[in-house]
């Protein structure tokens, strides 16, 4: 299973305000397959799933701001695809957790 990190930036809006974005991101990754998990931050989104699946959640969130009149999008993405264990967001929250302060 692969996690990505992604922020999408909508360039050229007619506000300095993107959570209407966000929100469109939002909805369309609650569409997304069941196999498919996203977690929200204030800064950038996380999803986890297979790597295939993941890359075309991407590409839905990178097009989205252009359903919406943007006519320039920023996308950064990061991928952690570990082969050698199974990974998942809450078990590297949970690996992090676990030691000792």
């Known amino acids: 299973m692969a996690i990505i990190e992604i922020t999408v930036i909508p360039i050229g809006t007619a506000s300095t ?12 990754l609650e569409e997304a397959p069941e196999t498919i998990q996203f ?3 204030p ?5 986890e799933g297979e790597l295939d699946e993941l890359l075309s959640v991407v590409r839905r969130l990178h097009e989205a701001p252009f359903l919406r009149g943007a ?3 920023s996308t950064s993405i990061k991928i952690d695809d570990r082969r ?4 998942s967001m ?9 030691k000792p302060r």
Request: cysteine-free; hydrophobic content about 40%; glycine content about 0%.
């Open 17 to 28: 305000s993107l959570s209407s974005y966000v929100a469109d991101l939002h909805r369309s």
């Open 39 to 41: 977690q929200m931050t």
């Open 43 to 47: 800064m950038s989104t996380i999803i």
């Open 71 to 73: 006519n320039r999008v």
């Open 84 to 87: 050698d264990k199974a990974a």
């Open 90 to 98: 809450a078990q590297k929250l949970r690996s992090v957790e676990e």
